[in-house]
């Protein structure tokens, strides 16, 4: 069975960091594409980030760019969302997705590019 796990979210204050971690098991995590979503209350899901299979491209949303840093250790099967300088409007529900055609990493703020969902993680930026 081919499962993402997201871990690292919870409560931190504005100016604050999280490190999200997505794991994979049931494949190897070096064969896909990797991004990361959030949905807030009220709110649509939304692109933050996406990573290539190699590591070597990487995408962002304008509301995170300088702030986060997606990146992955393939030999870990797990890739990273560092989150700095956290803002209230940042809180979330934060849920990374796996696709296997890397021409679609173009495509990587669309919902419907992916194959795979993790369940999700909460973060919340709040004093």
């Known amino acids: 069975q081919l499962q993402l796990v997201e871990s690292g979210g919870g409560l931190v204050q504005p100016g604050g960091s999280l490190r999200l971690a997505c794991a994979a098991s049931?494949?190897?995590?070096?064969?896909?594409?990797i991004g990361w979503f959030r949905q807030a209350p009220g709110k649509e899901r939304e692109g933050v980030s996406c990573?290539?299979?190699?590591?070597?491209?990487?995408k962002y949303a304008d509301s995170v760019k300088g702030r986060f840093t997606i990146f992955r250790d393939n030999a870990k099967k797990t890739v990273y969302l560092q989150m700095n300088s956290l803002k209230p409007e940042d809180t979330a529900i934060y849920y990374c997705?796996?696709?296997?055609?890397?021409?679609?990493?173009?495509?990587?703020?669309?919902?419907?590019?992916?194959?795979?969902w993790g369940q999700g993680t909460q973060v919340t930026v709040s004093s």
């Open positions: 997705a796996a696709v296997s055609n890397s021409l679609l990493f173009g495509l990587w703020a669309l919902e419907s590019t992916y194959e795979y």
């Open positions: 049931g494949f190897t995590l070096d064969n896909y594409v």
């Open positions: 990573i290539n299979k190699s590591g070597r491209s990487t």
